[in-house]
């Protein structure tokens, strides 16, 4: 067998060096990180959508549903959607006022026009520099775009939270009860429709 010489013994020493530092930084424990692992956690993020046309009478965002996500052009994961706030675009008229100069009406020469804010819930590991997912560091200003069924429009992030385990409880609650309300709504709506064509049924026969 070969005796090793000590340059041998500084390349096998490297090689192992090389690996406990891989280990230490997958693992999200390397001293050496600017920003090592510090817990994972549930976060909420809102999304602005700025001037999104939609002539639908129905909103394609929906609470509980999941809209794919692209961050900076690379393509992420389904998200869950855990709140949706909208409203006509607005526009700012001066009034002859000294109190108040201003007033905020609806911008009727853009009808189909809607600002949104799309809060949705995912999972990140907390670092000192801020929670990152999808090795994303997710921040205020950061473009991303929403992709559904019927919809794909790009805003950018406008809020970031960290959720404790009562905030997912309290989310997934308020989702539960939303669907279980739909549900009824349906089942109600085919209940009477089902009645009605009994009637029609009943008079024809008449």
């Known amino acids: 067998m070969k005796q090793l010489k000590p340059f041998d013994y500084i390349i096998i020493a490297a090689v192992i060096a090389v690996i406990l530092i891989g280990v230490l930084?997958?693992?999200?424990?390397?001293?050496?990180?600017?920003?090592?692992?510090?817990?994972?956690?549930?976060?909420?993020?809102?999304?602005?959508?700025?001037?999104?046309?939609i002539t639908d009478s129905q909103i394609p965002f929906k609470i509980g549903d999941e809209s794919f996500i692209t961050i900076r052009n690379v393509p992420y994961t389904k998200l869950q959607i855990v709140d949706v706030a909208y409203q006509p675009r607005k526009i700012v008229l001066p009034v002859n006022n000294p109190q108040q100069p201003f007033i905020v009406v609806d911008d009727f020469s853009q009808p189909y026009q809607y600002d949104f804010v799309i809060t949705l819930m995912d999972e990140a590991k907390i670092t000192a520099d801020g929670p990152v997912a999808g090795g994303n560091k997710i921040k205020i200003g950061m473009p991303i775009v929403l992709e559904g069924y019927n919809y794909r429009t790009g805003g950018t992030i406008s809020n970031v939270q960290e959720l404790t385990d009562k905030d997912v409880f309290l989310i997934n609650e308020q989702i539960k009860q939303l669907k279980n309300s739909q549900?009824?709504?349906?089942?109600?709506?085919?209940?009477a429709e089902s009645d009605n064509k009994n009637k029609q049924v009943k008079e024809e026969n008449k």
């Open 25 to 53: 930084v997958y693992t999200g424990k390397n001293k050496f990180s600017n920003s090592p692992v510090e817990a994972t956690k549930k976060i909420a993020f809102q999304v602005m959508l700025k001037g999104v046309s």
């Open 183 to 191: 549900n009824n709504v349906s089942t109600q709506d085919k209940t």
